[in-house]
């Protein structure tokens, strides 16, 4: 069984970086397609951004994040990663990672992903 742990959530001021990583356990994550998410108080929950398996596994981002998110893989260390810049405060929310057996598309929708973290939680505040 896949078990997928956020970490690197927090405070950030508005215009800052943050990295979010994701880290694996049970199994390869290479094997699986990934996403993040994000929740926001009172709304649903929608993509950031997915990346297909593979070594030029294809990426995506949601208009809202891209120019500023990055999103990426160690296999070696079976983490994920989002990298995000210019942070805004709309960019508050829960941050999910999630991972799909369906390896080799980069899945927009929540419905493909058969994984989830438990979530960290990012507030951009001054």
């Known amino acids: 069984q896949l078990q997928l742990v956020e970490s690197g959530g927090g405070s950030v001021q508005p215009g800052g970086p943050l990295r979010l990583s994701c880290a694996a356990s049970g199994h390869t994550l290479n094997y699986f397609a990934i996403g993040w998410f994000r929740q926001a108080p009172g709304k649903e929950r929608e993509v950031v951004s997915c990346m297909a398996a593979g070594p030029a596994g294809r990426t995506d981002y949601a208009d809202s994040v891209k120019g500023r998110a990055t999103i990426s893989r160690d296999n070696a260390k079976n983490t994920a990663y989002l990298q995000m810049s210019s942070l805004k405060p709309e960019d508050t929310a829960v941050y999910y990672c999630?991972?799909?057996?369906?390896?080799?598309?980069?899945?927009?929708?929540?419905?493909?992903?058969?994984?989830w973290g438990q979530g960290t939680q990012v507030t951009v505040s001054s």
């Open positions: 999630a991972a799909s057996a369906d390896a080799y598309y980069c899945h927009m929708t929540t419905s493909q992903y058969n994984y």
